[in-house]
């Protein structure tokens, strides 16, 4: 696609069910990321995938969040048994390389856990 | 862990003042960038910055690289209603090589 696609924009989900978050790269991009956002805050890491591997898993909050990747391409984050406090803007980037080069952010998942 | 301080957290200005936004870290980064966002939107990049002491101008925006490439500044000149929204600087490489820290961020509104 043209730019990084997440899906769903929006979600809202009962305390304690699970949600899955998707996001679809860029074609060709090999870096993926996962950002979480409180409103109007700066961006607090969670993992990154080069290729299919995380090298990089030191940000998930804790053992109910894991994320996954797929044929270099698409991921999906998973938090099983949410809480309010992860009620946040989930966000995806993808790069064409690891470091030094832009990052292209998808518009996020709204996610609130009510 | 690679921190960034970013400062001020909020500037609130009138149209054609002057600003600058400055990001800190203790740490070496290998390149520095920055990044706009705009409500209900992803970050979007506008400049990356590599060199120690590189200065770099987009239109009314300096973006500079200290020396040191631990720290950088944004300035806007002669700031307009269109330059509102959160600004954030973001750095890579070093000891956290492969993901991109990021600092708290700025919003900046300018009022007309």
Excluded: M
């Amino acid at each position: 696609g043209a730019g990084v696609s997440q899906s769903p924009s929006n979600k809202v989900t009962e305390k304690g069910k699970d949600v899955e978050l998707r996001c679809d790269p860029i074609s060709g991009h090999t870096a993926l990321y996962w950002y979480r956002q409180s409103l109007g805050q700066g961006l607090e890491f969670l993992i990154y995938f080069q290729g299919n591997s995380a090298p990089d898993k030191s940000g998930l909050p804790s053992d109910r969040f894991s994320a996954e990747r797929t044929g270099g391409s698409v991921s999906t984050l998973t938090i099983q048994r949410t809480q309010q406090e992860d009620s946040a803007v989930y966000l995806c980037a993808s790069s064409l390389f690891q470091t030094n080069t832009e990052a292209f952010f998808g518009q996020g998942t709204r996610l609130t856990v009510v | 862990t690679q921190l960034l301080e970013q400062s001020p957290q909020f500037l609130s200005i009138q149209e054609g003042e002057n600003l600058t936004v400055y990001c800190n870290s203790s740490s070496v980064f290998s390149s520095l960038q920055w990044y706009r966002q705009e409500p209900g939107e992803g970050p979007v990049l506008l400049v990356t910055v590599v060199t120690g002491g590189e200065v770099k101008k987009l239109k009314r925006l300096t973006f500079q690289f200290g020396d040191a490439r631990k720290d950088s500044s944004l300035h806007i000149t002669a700031a307009q209603p269109g330059d509102t929204g959160l600004y954030l600087c973001a750095g890579a490489g070093g000891t956290s090589y492969g993901k991109l820290t990021f600092g708290q961020g700025t919003i900046l509104t300018v009022h007309p």
